[in-house]
């Protein structure tokens, strides 16, 4: 993991084989996919052949059992991944779901047979994964979902829409979201395995999502009408659980998400500093400018502070103590200052910075959304408040 700025420590929970990780994932992330950059964002999503290609690597599947073709790791190998992904620049792969999200849903609630079936897959990138939440008209009010699973002997029909689904457009097998009883809210959500290889009868993918940033990630519509799902693909031991296991799940994809923020603050500032010591105005670097160096002071000790307080929550959720309200504090407060750290910095490359030459404009792009995914920072800061 690259030096974090104005401080040469390292990660208290990083050990040295984190470190071989960061080296094997950076290598793979800097000459096997980044130099395809353009032509996967010109096709709006990325090669299945490198979710493979991240499998025989061992890059997939770092936290599941080494029974089910895991690494037998756990969340600081994730965690150091995804760093690595978010540092390079590479936003094609939808690993934090395939792998941060789908395959822990799968560990922590499969029963043995669904864990034999689908890890390995998942875990070689044979199978990509994705996970169905949102829908058109809910937003982040999971209690108010519309997809319904009707019970039909020993399956379920399933019908209804899924929409900014990541991997949505490859995705193999997806953890959908269903009321199994409509009549409740929380109670009557339940979680379905849906395959969907080969696009089978009752299921259809929609367009690609068309976004300001992402762009080589396929962000897709899901449709269902009356899908037949095996009713051996509940996840859980009955119906009703889904609204539980999202809640318990949800502090670490939030986690994640900050893990992705705070790599993003890391490179804005390391490559701001290096432009600012390079470009010349008013017949001095940009770095001999008094503002220029607050600024840069400014975003380094924000990145700083926010690489503190991540570092402390993967210690929490590593010994099982990260409670919803600080992973939601993480969450809207680390994307906030990945967004006002990149602006800051592409304001100081000037009018070069809006353009696509330099990494920032992209960086620029990509960040918003991590405001919104993952529940939307004002609903973190209701999870907050609700805590006080």
């Not at 503002?291 to 959720?317: K, P, Q, W, Y």
Request: aromatic share 8%; glycine share 12%.
């Amino acid at each position: 993991m690259p030096t974090p700025p104005l401080d040469g420590s390292p990660s208290a929970w990083r050990e040295p084989e984190h470190d071989d990780l960061a080296d094997l994932a950076r290598t793979f992330f800097t000459k096997e996919v980044l130099p395809h950059a353009d032509r996967l964002r010109a096709q709006g999503h990325p090669d299945r052949e490198h979710y493979r290609r991240a499998g025989e690597l061992g890059l997939l599947g770092l936290s599941v059992p080494e029974e089910y073709g895991g690494g037998g790791g756990g969340f600081t190998h994730e965690a150091v991944l995804l760093h690595e992904q978010a540092y390079t620049g590479e936003s094609s792969l939808g690993l934090a779901v395939h792998s941060g999200i789908v395959t822990g849903y799968l560990v922590a609630y499969g029963s043995e047979e669904q864990k034999r079936r689908w890890l390995p897959g998942l875990c070689s990138g044979e199978l990509v994964g994705a996970i169905a939440m949102t829908e058109p008209d809910g937003g982040s009010d999971l209690q108010a979902m519309r997809t319904r699973a009707v019970r039909d002997g020993d399956d379920y029909l399933v019908t209804g829409a899924k929409t900014f689904i990541t991997n949505g457009g490859l995705a193999d097998l997806v953890i959908v979201a269903v009321k199994t009883d409509p009549e409740q809210r929380a109670a009557g959500v339940s979680l379905l395995i849906c395959e969907v290889a080969g696009d089978p009868e009752g299921f259809r993918r929609g367009r690609l999502l068309s976004k300001i940033g992402l762009h080589a990630n396929d962000t897709a519509e899901l449709f269902f009408d009356e899908f037949r799902v095996p009713a051996a693909n509940l996840l859980g031991d009955a119906e009703g659980l889904g609204f539980v296991q999202l809640m318990r799940q949800l502090p670490q994809e939030r986690l994640v998400i900050g893990v992705g923020a705070v790599a993003a603050m890391e490179r804005a500032v390391e490559l701001t500093v290096a432009y600012a010591k390079e470009r010349t105005a008013f017949g001095k670097p940009l770095m001999g400018h008094q503002n220029t160096r607050m600024v840069l002071a400014e975003c380094a000790t924000r990145t700083r502070v926010s690489r503190v307080f991540l570092d402390d929550c993967i210690v929490r959720h590593t010994r099982g103590d990260l409670d919803v309200a600080t992973a939601a504090m993480a969450k809207f407060w680390l994307t906030d200052g990945q967004c006002e750290v990149v602006d800051r910095c592409l304001q100081l490359f000037g009018g070069y910075g809006y353009t696509t030459e330099y990494p920032i404009a992209g960086m620029y792009a990509d960040a918003r959304v991590q405001k919104i995914y993952g529940g939307t920072n004002e609903i973190m800061k209701e999870l907050i408040a609700r805590a006080l």
